[in-house]
């Protein structure tokens, strides 16, 4: 996780004297879906949620992908009190949780064309790091208390198509670390999630 938070740290630093070379901004919204693990008689289970944000585009076939955007994750939790011989003292009980958080991704990429030449259609792969800062969070339970972690590590990878002045991705983020903060649940999940979103590319003047 340390290493995590020092490519974090390098790639915002590595920004600050190449912002003048940014080929584009890109904006876009989309679609995030959870995969979350389960165990015992606890329950989680992803729901769709939603993101939009920024990003900057510094480089050309290689390049060096910073962002910024706002995501909302939903989550399904699920708990059936049982007793020792396995009977059932309490009935499927199903509450949602929601977080906002800003996250933000330092992505390095390459596209299998070079952008120079202007093909029609570019595709590029991608990964890195992201942090995902929590903003606040609620589960729909007086009883229970959430306490989400402050800052969420993630490592992600993915890919994206490029026609014109639009584009599209896809990516999948692995958790580095939990979602709460404490012991409030007997299952403390990691959170891995897809995300597919689309927008539209702002060339810069060089």
């Not at 606890?42 to 585009?57: H, I, K, S």
């Not at 003292?89 to 800003?102: A, K, M, V, W």
Request: proline share 4%; hydrophobic share 40%; with cysteine.
């Amino acid at each position: 996780m340390n290493m995590l938070k020092s490519l974090l740290a390098f790639g915002c630093i590595a920004l600050i004297p190449t912002l003048s070379s940014a080929q584009e901004i890109r904006l876009y919204g989309g679609y995030n879906g959870s995969n979350v693990s389960k165990a015992g008689t606890e329950q989680w289970v992803g729901r769709a949620g939603y993101q939009f944000g920024a990003d900057l585009t510094i480089g050309s076939q290689w390049f060096l992908k910073p962002g910024i955007e706002f995501m909302v994750r939903n989550l399904n939790y699920t708990v059936t009190g049982t007793a020792p011989d396995g009977s059932t003292t309490i009935p499927n009980t199903e509450f949602e949780y929601t977080s906002r958080s800003l996250r933000i991704p330092v992505m390095l990429g390459v596209h299998l064309m070079d952008p120079d030449n202007d093909p029609a259609v570019n595709f590029y792969v991608m990964g890195g790091p992201s942090a995902l800062m929590n903003l606040n969070a609620d589960l729909n339970n007086d009883a229970l208390t959430a306490e989400t972690n402050s800052t969420q590590w993630y490592v992600g990878f993915g890919g994206g198509l490029e026609l014109s002045f639009l584009f599209a991705e896809v990516g999948y983020d692995v958790a580095m670390s939990n979602v709460f903060k404490g012991d409030d649940f007997q299952t403390n999940p990691k959170v891995n999630f897809i995300h597919a979103n689309a927008g539209v590319r702002l060339k810069l003047a060089r």
